[in-house]
């Protein structure tokens, strides 16, 4: 079936070094696309998205790379901080639709 | 400007009961949208409330249902509780059409 899935469940990062999570979909109809962090005991937040007519997008010590012709999609964080532990979901939407599809996500975990 | 709320934000049912959660929305939007998220796992569209109606939902069964009051909150009633409804429930709102959701921090809902 269509989904939007992560690569590696787990990803251990040194402090200050540079966390690169993937994400591939398969749905080709996808046309949006939302990075979300999760903290423990929270909701997910929103980190950055992009759309299908974009190859990349950068915020604030994150980017965001979409590769259409593989269906693959980035999050590069900067500088990885203890406060960037959390678990990472990509999520994707189709135009038309009303919801959004999550992958299983992430753990990121920083050590000192 | 507040964030969204849920309550309670944690709740033990017997299998078999029914519960409601509840979920007031962010200032400003009129969309309310809840997510399944079971451990370990990426949150799962329920389904959306808009102008009071149910405006898409997921792969959920009939005993899953809810409510969108005139001040856009909302309700999620689950009916004949069953094990594997023990899940994060969380709420998400949002701007009519929009998809930058503010999720609030969930119900821990466990079945026993």
């Known amino acids: 079936g269509e989904s939007v899935g992560l690569h590696l469940p787990t990803l251990s990062v040194q402090e200050g070094d540079n966390s690169i999570i993937n994400c591939a979909y398969s749905?080709?109809?996808?046309?949006?696309f939302i990075w979300y962090k999760q903290e423990s005991g929270k909701g997910p937040q929103f980190i950055i998205d992009?759309?299908?007519?974009?190859d990349k997008r950068q915020g604030q010590r994150v980017t965001v790379l979409l590769n259409k012709t593989v269906k693959h999609l980035s999050l590069q964080i900067a500088a990885t901080q203890p406060g960037d532990s959390a678990v990472y979901f990509c999520?994707?939407?189709?135009?038309?639709?009303?919801?959004?599809?999550f992958g299983a996500g992430t753990t990121v975990t920083v050590r000192a | 400007e507040t964030g969204v709320t849920q309550s309670p934000t944690h709740l033990i049912k017997t299998r078999g009961q029914q519960v409601t959660l509840r979920c007031s929305s962010q200032?400003?939007?009129?969309?309310v949208s809840w997510y399944q998220q079971a451990l370990g796992q990426g949150p799962q569209f329920i389904f959306q409330?808009?102008?009071?109606?149910?405006?898409g939902r997921g792969n959920f069964p009939p005993r899953f249902s809810g409510l969108q009051f005139p001040n856009y909150s909302s309700e999620l009633n689950v009916n004949a509780l069953e094990l594997d409804d023990s899940a994060l429930y969380l709420c998400?709102?949002?701007?009519?059409?929009?998809?930058?959701?503010?999720f609030g921090s969930g119900t821990r809902l466990t079945v026993v």
């Open positions: 998400a709102s949002s701007l009519a059409g929009s998809l930058l959701y503010t």
């Open positions: 749905n080709s109809a996808s046309d949006y």
């Open positions: 992009i759309r299908s007519n974009m």
């Open positions: 999520a994707e939407n189709k135009e038309g639709d009303y919801k959004l599809s």
């Open positions: 200032s400003g939007h009129n969309t």
């Open positions: 409330y808009y102008r009071e109606e149910e405006n």
